[in-house]
């Protein structure tokens, strides 16, 4: 396809709207007579509240009311964002109450105070007098899976899920194979910490709906969900999202929007906000699973993996959210990534007094990629095969079938990126100056790191939910178009890209086509929102049927005004409507537009309103090569270079991708080298819930990040594009693992790779 | 057509956000860090401004701007509030420009201070020292028409528009007329007087956009006026409308929408508000033309009007608005009472030094139709007929064609209403107990009077411009619907009863259809707004047509999932879809709503999203029968009895056309007894600019209002029903007028009927 707006690095539409801080985010939406709701949260890790006493808390002044658990309605409902299921047997696990009096983690939410102010809402919290049973609390699935545990969750021994998949015949292949490695590898529990925390504003509108004004990747799930947790009909709600900082699978969980708009119910709809505090988004949001695994892979003669095996034990945390999904994207990740024709897994989900993990970008696969590319990075050296080529003898190609997911490749260009990447990185270079460098340097050894991932454009094919999405188009009257979607904004740029989508088929310039600032359940076509790599592949399915209809309706309408071109092909290109044969320019569209609002008998608003369903899925490739110093005084490690190159299919704006994955790369460098959410062993309290204690990387801790892409056209994609969103973070990590082990020699199995691991391994 | 929520007086959506403050009004939207505009205006009524001094003015803390004309874009438009017309030659005159040096009356904008308060603005304003060039001014239309009269208008003569209409043959009917009644009538300038002034935001949006929130009647107008009036594309500007405290057409002007706007533009986008005071809005918005008409009336041998030969003189003030338009309308209203062959009309539209004349409720008509229906009373009186009777005999029919407009009356029941009218009034019982009652009083008289009126269901047919109407519905999850409209409420109830059509065709109930608090033209469907009683007649249109699609596509939608029903009618009743025949029932639309959202296949939001250009109009009839007594002492005229009875076709919702007409009733009596705007003569400044010396009726003024409705089925009617919204305030003047001359035998000419007018006559 030869296009014009797709392709090039148009400047997204909010950014100076961003940079300038006028963009307005959630708690930037002015409100009259707004109320501020704070919760009240357990400080015990594992038990039962048996009394609250308000007294104190009452006679704070401004406070005006204080709900307990037994105040809200009780109506069990999953927080986990996906679109409702129709089938009850696959519906997400309804173990939520708005507040609880059975509290499964420290923090958890078991009351609320609603005053005039925030400080008098903080004072009042702190004066709620609650007594507890506390009941032994576990911090680890091992803990929580000993002999007589007590329940997180009644009747489920601790255990929300426990599966076995096998494709082909696993223990033959083990049983054939030359060469046999496994391991064993450990991943942690990290935050997303996106820069706005979760915030929200319920009230009663004068229709009598309730509407929640809410920084969520998730509007039109939120809906229902706020449906689920007060039983009412969904159409009761109303969900808006503004601008968002931020959420990376965070806001894909409904959190804290049932909460706020129980305290809006109990004030008579009065406008309420609730703002989580850093350290409570640290205690109480979602986090990513702290995944174990037991990992195995079988090698043929001719250095072709055949089998995997893998078992992988997932900490969920107090409540059920995505569950045991994750673990199964995981293993969905690792059977992909060689494509193995015998592949077998085992995972388990296990509760845990911790918070509870949920969605966090990569979905289950940076765990997976990491322990799999590290004994696939072990394998190599231990046969003393470049890692990078044994890399591209092992990923799949286009054209081949998932034995995984029995999809198709249409397009599989991951080997590609590690051969592109090779070059770009100049790796034989690098590794000549690397034993060069090892050999004059004691104290400091380099090393080369590879990582992989292959990762779907969506949900499917194994998730019981559907994969739709809504367009609606208007033309203005100067030949502009208003676009309504439903997919969300949430700082990835997806207005941006599917607004060139627009201005691509319909031939106009990309500042023609205004995208809506907040997404607004009442009129936003239904789409479920910004998860799974999915917007640009599904949405952008919705943008380009509705471009294509409305450039159709304006054709067909031209022709009904001129009737003299019934007969000839016409086009839209530059803003002008032309012949189509010889492009020769007919009338402006702008001019068009004003005929067709104002014609006296031809006056039509041309408008497409569309929905599609998607039943497709593309897979993109990743590759992170990595370059290394390991200084073996301190253990501490440091980036020298670090490439991405992503098969992403046709990229919609280069530069917008290069962010999303420049994005991407340092948080999966942080993943790899120093986040980790830790418990206090005593208390089940966590240590470090605030950014001074928990470290993330500022952009001066980052090293320079390279990208690179190879641009097969994916025949599934809308403009041959695949996903992007959350690939770049899953591979560095084991990138950097795989740099380590090369540079010093040393398996580090466990991330994150913190100077103290590293020294610790040294030492032995 | 057997109804189920057409037809029913259900509880406007908005009743109790009304009553309980808490819908939000434009100046109730919250913004941050707005700053404050206000307009300095002249203090002479023509002129020119030579010199500003802002020195003083500057000084003012808070001050952050001082606009002059010469600061602002000089690309005069028109404030009128039609939709734009492709055919430059039908445009509206664009005479305005959003600050002027050149003044035309007390109070023209000149200039303006942005501030960071209400109150610096305003004493800045205050100290704005302007040097003029003073001309003389005319207050009358007579002034600004004598020889050698400055130009209000350069190349104008003054004269705005002077147009002779004739059908038939006038000169004949008066040759062939066995009787022949003349007079003349004089009308008088009256205000809107809304609760709601004029009040509008203006800022620019993080997408470069501007956006401008005003109580405005017509916010897809409102945006192209903008357009015009910063030679800027349509698609740059937003307009959104709140809920709004009335316009009754003076929000159908875009008076102070270019102004505030031009003030954000000069601060760099920054909020602006602008809000007229109740003086500002007296003296410078939009007023009802005064008219004075010489009216001829032939009457045959059998009492049948044959032939109208009018003329008039329409007082326009300073700027074009409306303008000539006005007349015509008012002659068409003439012609169209009595459907006479024969018909003359010549009017002219003159500028004068006084406010702007534009569109309000009735356009035209209550001056004309005080002018004819006393020409006519005073007929019956000297040919010794009853009044009504007269009227009975000479209103046209259901099936004639209007000799002025060429419109077949499929349905004109003025004469049933006639006819209802005097058996609900006690006509007949009233003229014996008055005749008792007039011999037994001395200074009290008492008298009978009928007012009549026919009047169009929108701009049809001979504006120039389009009438089309546009509606988007969206089924929720629920089988709620979403009900997305350009037309605008304005306080008429216009939502509601757009409501209850959903409701009908959709088979749901009333309260399952979400009308938009706003209207937003980013999303609302393009029409042009409330203005010629249109919308449930012309916006209904469209509603229908989105509904009926609507239920179709589900209908489709349900066999798609069913195909067992694929050759079975079905229908959509009570909310649930059953069998056409049987009225069985088989599925709910909520559980069927839900399953078309989330069905993994054949998943699809149900959407319609139409437009539609109305092409025909409907004439509704209106009859005022009333009952006066009259204080020979003092000239006070009391009301005892007044009925409105009107043939709207079907009405959709009884207790709101009540109210409706009740409203309008109120404000006929107030244009007939009381109300009149008055200028200084030395000076040109308005005399009672406020609500203390401009006295409008309270509900303590307002005698008990009788209402009765016939209804016949208007086949060109989405339900069968016509224009109800201006009608009602057209005719309780002339038949108060009437009923006077009736009491005290001296026939009225002029209103307002105030006592002095009264006692100056019965003093002669």
Tied chains: 1, 2.
Aim: hydrophobic share 35%; proline share 4%; aromatic share 8%.
């Amino acid at each position: 396809m030869d296009f014009k707006v797709i392709g090039t690095s148009q400047t997204r539409w909010d950014a100076e709207a961003k940079v300038t801080g006028k963009a307005e985010y959630t708690r930037d939406i002015p409100m009259h007579n707004l109320l501020h709701g704070k919760v009240v949260r357990s400080k015990i890790a594992h038990g039962r509240v048996i009394n609250y006493n308000l007294e104190e808390a009452l006679k704070v002044p401004g406070v005006i009311k204080i709900l307990t658990a037994d105040d809200v309605p009780d109506y069990p409902y999953s927080t986990a964002g996906h679109p409702h299921r129709l089938d009850v047997t696959v519906q997400d696990k309804k173990d939520t109450n708005i507040f609880t009096r059975r509290v499964r983690y420290y923090g958890d939410a078991i009351g609320a105070v609603i005053a005039e102010t925030e400080l008098a809402a903080e004072e009042a919290i702190n004066k709620v007098i609650v007594e507890y049973e506390e009941w032994p609390f576990y911090l680890t699935p091992k803990e929580a899976l000993m002999d007589g545990a007590k329940e997180i969750h009644d009747g489920t021994g601790n255990l929300l899920g426990d599966t076995k998949n096998e494709t082909g015949n696993v223990d033959k292949a083990f049983k054939d194979a030359k060469y046999i490695f496994e391991d064993e590898y450990h991943t942690q529990t990290v935050q997303h910490c996106h820069m706005e925390t979760m915030v929200a504003y319920g009230y009663q509108d004068v229709d009598k709906r309730w509407v929640c004004i809410s920084s969520t990747q998730i509007p039109h799930i939120c809906r229902h969900i706020l449906g689920d947790a007060f039983n009412m009909p969904f159409g009761k709600f109303r969900v808006i999202k503004p601008f968002i900082g931020g959420g990376f699978g965070n806001k894909q969980d409904i959190v804290i929007e049932p909460m706020v708009m129980a305290m809006s119910m109990a004030v008579g709809g009065k406008p309420v906000v609730l703002e989580l505090t850093r350290e409570e988004l640290f205690a109480t949001s979602r986090v990513r699973h702290a995944i174990d695994y037991k990992m195995k892979i079988a090698i043929d003669e001719n250095y072709i993996i055949t089998g995997i095996d893998m078992e992988a034990i997932s900490q969920n945390g107090g409540y059920t959210s995505h569950g045991h999904a994750v673990a199964l994207v995981g293993e969905e990740c690792a059977h992909l990534l060689y494509n193995v024709p015998n592949f077998r897994g085992h995972s388990k989900t296990v509760y845990t007094n911790t918070a509870a993990a949920g969605a966090m970008r990569g979905y289950g696969t940076p765990q997976a990629a990491f322990a799999l590319n590290s004994l696939v990075g072990k394998a190599a050296r231990e046969l003393g095969i470049d890692q990078l080529e044994f890399q591209i003898k092992n990923v799949p190609r286009s054209g081949e079938t998932s034995y995984g997911t029995n999809v198709k490749f249409f397009t599989n260009e991951l080997a590609e990126c590690l051969i592109v990447g090779k070059d770009k990185f100049e790796w034989n270079k690098k590794i000549e100056y690397n034993n060069k460098f090892n050999k004059e340097n004691i104290d400091r050894k380099r090393g080369l790191g590879v990582g992989t991932l292959i990762y779907a454009s969506n949900t499917k094919p194994h998730s019981p939910t559907i994969e739709n999405s809504g367009c609606r188009l208007v033309l203005n009257q100067d030949g502009s178009v208003k676009m309504m979607i439903g997919a969300t904004e949430i700082g990835q740029g997806s207005d941006t890209v599917l607004a060139q989508m627009v201005a691509e088929i319909l031939g106009i310039d990309y500042d023609k086509v205004y995208a809506d600032k907040i997404t607004d359940t009442d009129v936003a076509p239904f789409d479920p929102g910004s998860f799974a790599s999915r917007q640009t592949y599904v949405s952008g399915m919705a943008v380009k049927k509705a471009s294509e209809e409305l450039k159709e309706k304006i054709l067909v309408s031209y022709k009904l005004f001129y009737p003299i071109y019934k007969e000839i092909d016409l086009d839209i290109i530059d803003n002008n409507i032309v012949l189509k044969k010889s492009g020769e320019f007919i009338e402006s569209l702008a001019d068009f537009s004003l005929r067709t609002y104002y014609d006296m008998h031809k006056g039509n608003c041309l408008t497409s309103d569309v929905s599609i369903v998607c039943n497709t899925t593309a897979y993109s490739g990743t590759a992170t090569l990595v370059n290394v110093e390991v200084d073996t005084k301190t253990g501490k490690i440091e980036i020298l270079d670090i490439l991405n190159v992503h098969d992403s299919g046709k990229i919609i704006n280069p530069i917008l991708a290069s962010g999303q994955v420049e994005g991407g790369m340092a948080m999966g460098i942080a993943y790899g080298l120093g986040e980790e959410m830790l418990y206090d062993q005593k208390t089940g309290k966590p240590l470090n819930n605030n950014l001074l204690d928990y470290k993330i990387p500022t952009c001066m801790d980052v090293p320079d990040l390279q990208v690179g892409f190879v641009e097969p056209n994916d025949p599934t994609g809308p403009f041959g594009n695949k996903s992007l969103g959350e690939p770049p973070l899953c591979t560095p990590a084991p990138a950097i693992s795989n740099a380590v082990a090369n540079a010093i020699g040393i398996e580090m199995k466990s991330i994150p790779l913190t100077p103290q691991k590293v020294l610790e391994a040294l030492t032995k």
